[in-house]
């Protein structure tokens, strides 16, 4: 199962609430994306008119698509039931919030991405955020290292 992930979402930014959506896409984006040609870096999500627009993500050409190919960091539209959109519309202006896509998957044959809300994380709390990682990650080491001596 083909699944792209942004690894930086979660070490720049809190993620509050995650909501799956679909995606707008061409072809020749569809087989690139099977073929794991795909990156989350650096995209994010705006709002604009009442529709939900994912900019800077980039999906790599299809090789054999011809004269049909798709420009590879084409704004894409994202797929979201109305109310679903005004209560984003309303945390990301009042409350400040950025929504960030935080995985890229196929559910069925259909592409979804989930879309989390995130609020910027400073240095401090990265730091943090490592702190926390290395000490679960010495604590599993243990574990191992006393399961495997018995």
Same mark, same amino acid.
Do not use: W
């Given at each position: 199962?083909?699944?792209?992930?942004?690894?930086?979402?979660?070490?720049?930014?809190?993620?509050?609430?995650?909501?799956?959506?679909?995606?707008?896409?061409?072809?020749?984006?569809?087989?690139?994306?099977?073929?794991? &040609?795909?990156?989350?870096?650096?995209?994010? #999500?705006?709002?604009?008119?009442?529709?939900?627009?994912?900019?800077?993500?980039?999906?790599?050409?299809?090789?054999? #698509?011809?004269?049909?190919?798709?420009?590879?960091?084409?704004?894409?539209?994202?797929?979201?039931?109305?109310?679903?959109?005004?209560?984003?519309?309303?945390?990301?202006?009042?409350?400040?919030?950025?929504?960030?896509?935080?995985?890229?998957?196929?559910?069925?044959?259909?592409?979804?991405?989930?879309?989390? &809300?995130?609020?910027?994380?400073?240095?401090?709390?990265?730091?943090?955020?490592?702190?926390?990682?290395?000490?679960?990650?010495?604590?599993?080491?243990?574990?191992?290292?006393?399961?495997? #001596?018995?």
């Amino acid at each position: 199962m083909i699944e792209i992930k942004n690894k930086k979402a979660t070490f720049d930014y809190f993620i509050l609430e995650e909501i799956e959506c679909g995606i707008v896409l061409k072809g020749s984006e569809i087989k690139s994306i099977r073929e794991g &040609l795909a990156n989350l870096k650096d995209c994010y #999500a705006v709002i604009k008119n009442g529709e939900v627009f994912l900019l800077n993500m980039y999906i790599a050409k299809y090789n054999d #698509a011809s004269i049909f190919n798709h420009d590879e960091r084409r704004t894409r539209k994202l797929l979201l039931k109305k109310q679903e959109i005004l209560k984003l519309k309303n945390k990301v202006e009042i409350s400040g919030y950025t929504l960030i896509p935080i995985k890229l998957y196929f559910k069925g044959n259909k592409v979804k991405i989930l879309l989390g &809300l995130g609020k910027g994380k400073k240095n401090y709390d990265k730091r943090e955020s490592i702190k926390e990682k290395d000490i679960k990650r010495e604590y599993e080491r243990s574990l191992k290292d006393k399961y495997n #001596a018995n």
